[in-house]
């Protein structure tokens, strides 16, 4: 039987069977790329999608923590009656900044300058992570480059109590100029979260909580320096939190926080002016021509605090692990 065309029938057929079912087996973290995004799964969940086309800068939306839970708000990117309609800009999660070479790449206000997706190097599903690697252009108001820069995000394979990614971003100058990324506020990692989990609300005290590294907490938070920061506060009756990790590998680490108790939620390395009360100009930082400047962050969303989520310890594992 063993060497007989029947048994050598079967063992061809259950090796085409196997070969079909590996083939279209997903990876645990699916990367699915669209018409105008990329959809991000993980273990068969959404966990966001990436919009990169005919938008004002990319953004992820909606982007979802543990046991799929919204984290981050709704407007702009949805008509909603039961949040304030403020700061049309904060799309969900994106990067972007309010002062480079003098223009506006941070807000949607007039005369703002747009950053365009140019191209995907990476889409890659994988069963640990899965990575995504694009390059964007910095347009002034005629089309003219600014600057350019290379993102890669990586997306690991977490339990659905939690969700973990990195954006790593680098910027580059024209070969031609210099770039000047300028002392403001107003950038630059950053995301909005829900309205639940604020520290305040225009009628009182809200229900969510600011802390960073250093111990400082809540309205002692915005624009202070620490290796990391946590905002949590409830999301549909259940504690949640999300932790923005600053690396200590990146220009004036430790970085500081544009957090605020509305729900902006933002490292910026070059405010200085408004957070430390510096004469204008002190935060500005001149990027050479055809010189390259990155910056490394991670996101990390948990339930409960950040004290019941081991946040520091998670930050700890991101600053000495090897890629």
């Not at 300058?113 to 005629?142: A, E, N, P, R």
Request: net charge negative; proline share 7%; glycine share 8%.
């Amino acid at each position: 039987m063993k060497g007989s065309p029947t048994f050598r029938l079967l063992i061809l057929a259950m090796s085409i069977a196997a070969a079909g079912c590996l083939s279209t087996r997903k990876s645990q973290v699916q990367i699915t790329q669209l018409d105008d995004k990329l959809r991000i799964e993980i273990n068969g969940e959404l966990f966001t999608e990436y919009h990169y086309k005919n938008v004002p800068r990319p953004y992820f939306y909606p982007v979802l923590g543990p046991d799929e839970l919204p984290m981050t708000r709704k407007w702009p990117l949805e008509q909603t009656t039961d949040e304030e309609h403020d700061h049309p800009h904060h799309r969900a999660l994106w990067f972007a900044h309010g002062d480079v070479n003098g223009l506006d790449f941070w807000s949607e206000e007039k005369n703002f300058c747009k950053i365009v997706h140019d191209q995907f190097l990476k889409i890659q599903s994988g069963d640990d992570y899965g990575i995504i690697k694009s390059t964007d252009k910095w347009l002034d108001h005629d089309g003219a480059v600014v600057c350019t820069d290379v993102r890669t995000l990586r997306v690991y394979n977490r339990p659905s109590t939690e969700r973990m990614f990195d954006f790593d971003i680098t910027l580059q100058a024209p070969p031609d100029k210099p770039v000047v990324f300028g002392d403001t506020k107003e950038g630059s990692m950053a995301t909005r979260l829900p309205e639940t989990m604020r520290l305040k609300h225009k009628n009182g005290p809200g229900e969510g909580h600011i802390v960073l590294s250093t111990g400082v907490r809540d309205d002692e938070t915005w624009g202070k320096r620490a290796d990391w920061c946590d905002y949590y506060g409830p999301v549909d009756g259940k504690t949640v939190g999300v932790a923005i990790f600053d690396h200590p590998d990146n220009p004036r680490h430790p970085t500081w926080w544009h957090v605020r108790d509305y729900g902006l939620f933002a490292a910026n390395p070059f405010g200085v002016h408004d957070f430390e009360k510096k004469p204008k100009g002190t935060g500005d930082y001149t990027l050479p021509a055809g010189k390259t400047l990155t910056f490394r962050y991670r996101f990390y969303y948990h339930e409960g605090t950040e004290s019941e989520a081991r946040v520091a310890e998670h930050y700890q594992d991101y600053i000495t692990e090897k890629k």
